[in-house]
């Protein structure tokens, strides 16, 4: 049964700095994507980053070029998000997100964990 654990998220001062943790287990991390979305309130969840499984590749969202970065351990089966120069509009529930290839292609997801941005 797959498990993906969130931790890391908090309250936050504008400009402060929060990094997240997503420790996974049950499935094959070392060969899946891995991502980072958020869901704000009364707003759809976006895709905030992701990373390739042998994490050479990576991607952002607009809104968090050159402030956020991904990474993952794959000796640890443990995706991260570095977040820093934060702004109250970064304010979210931050989910990981798995997508695990096969013949078909499996999506699992964490619980969740806020993030508030506020002075």
């Known amino acids: 049964q797959a498990q993906l654990v969130e931790s890391g998220g908090g309250l936050v001062q504008p400009g402060g700095s929060l990094r997240l943790s997503c420790a996974t287990s049950?499935?094959?991390?070392?060969?899946?994507?891995m991502r980072w979305y958020r869901q704000a309130p009364g707003k759809e969840r976006e895709l905030v980053a992701d990373i390739t499984s042998t994490g050479i590749s990576t991607n952002y969202a607009d809104s968090v070029k050159g402030r956020f970065t991904i990474s993952r351990d794959n000796a640890k089966d443990t995706v991260y998000l570095q977040m820093n120069s934060l702004k109250p509009e970064d304010t979210a529930v931050y989910y990981c997100?798995?997508?695990?290839?096969?013949?078909?292609?499996?999506?699992?997801w964490g619980q969740g964990t806020q993030v508030t941005v506020s002075a």
């Open positions: 997100n798995a997508i695990v290839p096969g013949s078909i292609r499996t999506y699992y």
């Open positions: 049950g499935f094959i991390f070392i060969t899946s994507t």
